[in-house]
């Protein structure tokens, strides 16, 4: 009994022994403790008025394609040829199903694949109710008052479309996402004309204008022209990751810049479960509502198996040198402790996301009375694909959970597969940490799975290499106020981007 007491405590010494071996030599990404704030924000009043004038048009893109008030789309046009006119002079212009904008800026070696950058003109309807105007220190470059209230959401401090300029931001529905970007992208481009620099490869910018609600007539299309006309991107960048703040990501002790190097896929189905109807006095044993509670339960009681991809595990082994000895343990020892570190991965909402395919139920719907009997009770349930699982999969996880129950069941919504998932070895990738150290020489660049959905999952046809990435620092309530209110984006956040954007024009062929 000893000798096989002595044995297990031999066998757990080695495997600590090892552990601690593998967590020490893991090649973590190192901290830079630079202190340097890296390049020092000079203030352009005069691009400040640009992207103010624009978040003052209201181009809000929602329910079905062709309910959009298209009047304000055609101002956009119009507001960017007045603002950017060496743009228009020098750059090549197209307009691809109307509303799609495209530039091109010629390089000086045809030879080489173009790079493109990405937004979007559209933005999310701001909500209805009162404003808080809070009217002195604003500065309105056209001196337009700022919209009545009925025009305007409950909690903004300033209207959704007043582009107020004031404490050192710039307010409005789409500052953030995405009128922010595509007016830094407009400012880097004339600033490359302004100062007669060619760059090596061609540039394009393309703009789509209805992003928020799925982009099948904006980037679709665009990217379909692009294809028609056999253009090859050697990079596409796109919205998608930020740089978060230090202490905004538990267990992180350091700010971290997430590059999208994929997408997650999507499906929505709709399931019908099939009951007795009747009345509530003479009920079932059970009835269509409890026949899908069960349902319901299987499917967020076994939701599908989570596992670290390689990219996820690419983004652990950056990150993990700014995480505590036990969180780089269970990272570097995969081989011992996967089953542990999923454990803890899958507890928090945002790391689930990272590492499985989630379930979310979102809609429901039965009985018109509290006394009535639904013969048929529906429901929506919306899965976000991790890359690894596939629609195909989804639905026989679905097939499984529905199994001994009447059922139809119904894709709604758009359906699409995972994106693919781009290399980080490549010039286009190791541009963006160039261009992040040179704004944020503090930030840990890492490689990440973007879970939303963006333009870029449609220029898959057109490149290989393409990376959702907006170069703003971000906190907890900034990040909440994108597709909410009070929506703003700080000056210092957009002089840097407009930094960074002309960085990656100017740079791309001397990494």
């Known amino acids: 009994m000893k000798k096989l007491l002595f044995i297990v405590l031999g066998i757990l010494l080695i495997l600590i022994i090892l552990v601690l071996i593998k967590t020490l030599t893991y090649p973590f990404k190192k901290i830079n403790t630079n202190t340097s704030s890296g390049w020092k924000m000079i203030k352009d009043d005069s691009a400040i008025q640009r992207?103010?004038?624009?978040?003052?048009?209201?181009?809000?893109?929602?329910?079905?394609?062709?309910?959009?008030?298209?009047?304000?789309?055609?101002?956009?046009?119009?507001?960017?040829?007045?603002?950017?006119?060496?743009?228009?002079?020098?750059?090549?212009?197209?307009?691809v199903n109307k509303y799609g904008l495209v530039f091109k800026l010629k390089g000086s070696n045809p030879s080489l694949d173009p790079i493109l950058f990405l937004s979007h003109t559209d933005v999310v309807p701001p909500g209805e109710a009162d404003v808080k105007d809070k009217s002195e220190n604003v500065f309105r470059p056209d001196d337009r008052p700022l919209p009545p209230v009925s025009e305007v959401a409950e909690d903004w401090d300033f209207g959704p479309?007043?582009?107020?300029?004031?404490?050192?931001?710039?307010?409005?529905?789409?500052?953030?996402?995405?009128?922010?970007?595509?007016?830094?992208?407009?400012?880097?481009?004339?600033?490359l004309i302004k100062n007669r620099h060619v760059p090596q490869r061609d540039i394009y910018l393309a703009f789509g204008f209805d992003e928020e609600v799925g982009g099948q007539q904006g980037a679709a299309k665009i990217a379909a022209y692009f294809k028609s006309k056999n253009i090859k991107f050697d990079a596409v960048y796109d919205e998608g990751g930020l740089i978060l703040e230090k202490g905004s990501v538990a267990g992180i002790n350091s700010e971290v810049a997430v590059i999208g190097c994929a997408e997650k896929g999507f499906l929505s189905v709709k399931?019908?479960?099939?009951?007795?109807?009747?009345?509530?006095?003479?009920?079932?044993?059970?009835?269509?509502?409890?026949?899908?509670?069960?349902?319901?339960?299987?499917?967020?009681?076994?939701?599908?198996?989570?596992?670290?991809?390689?990219?996820?595990?690419?983004?652990?082994?950056?990150?993990?040198?700014?995480?505590?000895f036990v969180n780089r343990m269970g990272i570097s020892n995969q081989w011992l402790l996967k089953p542990v570190l999923l454990s803890q991965l899958t507890k928090n909402n945002s790391t689930n996301a990272l590492v499985r395919t989630t379930t979310a139920l979102t809609m429901m719907k039965g009985s018109d009375a509290p006394n009535v009997l639904s013969p048929e009770v529906e429901f929506v349930v919306n899965f976000r694909l991790l890359p690894g699982d596939t629609v195909n999969d989804v639905k026989k996880h679905i097939a499984e959970a529905t199994k001994g129950f009447e059922v139809e069941i119904e894709d709604i919504d758009q359906v699409k597969e995972a994106s693919a998932v781009s290399l980080t070895h490549t010039k286009a990738f190791r541009l963006i940490e160039a261009a992040i150290k040179e704004i944020h020489p503090t930030a840990v660049a890492t490689p990440y799975l973007t879970v939303g959905a963006t333009d870029a999952y449609k220029y898959q046809i057109v490149s290989k290499n393409i990376y959702r990435f907006m170069p703003i620092k971000?906190?907890?309530?900034?990040?909440?106020?994108?597709?909410?209110?009070?929506?703003?984006?700080s000056i210092e956040n957009y002089m840097k981007m407009i930094h960074y954007f002309e960085f990656m024009m100017t740079n791309y062929d001397k990494q």
């Open 51 to 95: 992207l103010s004038g624009g978040l003052k048009i209201p181009s809000v893109s929602a329910g079905e394609l062709g309910e959009f008030d298209y009047s304000t789309f055609d101002t956009i046009k119009e507001y960017l040829k007045t603002s950017y006119p060496l743009v228009y002079e020098n750059a090549e212009y197209t307009e």
């Open 161 to 191: 479309f007043s582009g107020a300029v004031a404490n050192g931001r710039i307010y409005g529905r789409g500052a953030i996402d995405m009128k922010g970007m595509l007016f830094s992208m407009m400012e880097s481009m004339n600033n």
């Open 271 to 324: 399931i019908k479960v099939k009951g007795l109807g009747g009345h509530a006095s003479m009920p079932p044993m059970e009835s269509a509502v409890g026949k899908a509670a069960v349902i319901m339960q299987r499917l967020e009681h076994n939701q599908m198996k989570p596992m670290i991809t390689p990219l996820i595990n690419e983004f652990f082994t950056n990150i993990g040198g700014s995480m505590s």
């Open 474 to 489: 971000i906190n907890d309530a900034e990040k909440q106020s994108i597709h909410s209110t009070n929506e703003y984006l």
